[in-house]
């Protein structure tokens, strides 16, 4: 009786979970390019042709100033915050707070929202994650001949599994 009713607890809390959009989708994706300059003493001619230009440390500036110290998934003010990138291609995310950063990894509801468009994707930034222990991450290597080891190709077979489940047969 117990495990029944901790079972539905857990199935309501994953279906609000699922109703929600990641709170970075609700920000304006306007990057104030000048307001940052202007924090970082620089002027708004010394910043944004940086930026523009693809110059990684005014993306990663421009990108952290986005964030302002906030979860991209939940919102959470902290200043404390990680970098979330994708294995798969050693691209930064966004910036999550700890708890969300741990289980991001583990809920394909509200956190496959975030995956599908992150701020790195909302904002046209595309980086690469730095480790300071590590250095730049890697993109993961996938063997062209073995392609379902790829999250992806899992993901689309479940879906396929699913709709052929859902359809009945034609006659």
């Not at 979860?71 to 990138?85: E, M, N, P, S």
């Amino acid at each position: 009786m117990r495990d029944t009713i901790f079972a539905e607890q857990r199935q309501r809390q994953a279906e609000r979970l699922d109703a929600r959009e990641p709170e970075c989708w609700s920000w304006d994706p306007e990057i104030p390019l000048d307001r940052i300059a202007a924090e970082y003493g620089w002027s708004a001619d010394h910043f944004t042709p940086r930026f523009q230009a693809g110059d990684e440390q005014a993306l990663r500036i421009a990108f952290d100033a986005w964030h302002r110290h906030r979860c991209a998934v939940c919102g959470f003010r902290d200043l404390r915050l990680l970098t979330d990138h994708d294995h798969d291609t050693g691209l930064m995310r966004g910036l999550l707070c700890r708890s969300c950063n741990g289980r991001e990894p583990h809920d394909d509801g509200l956190f496959r929202k975030y995956r599908e468009r992150p701020p790195a994707q909302i904002l046209g930034i595309r980086l690469r994650y730095w480790d300071p222990f590590r250095g730049y991450a890697q993109p993961r290597a996938i063997d062209p001949n073995r392609l379902d080891n790829h999250p992806a190709y899992a993901l689309a077979a479940k879906l396929g599994e699913r709709l052929q489940r859902d359809d009945p047969p034609q006659t």
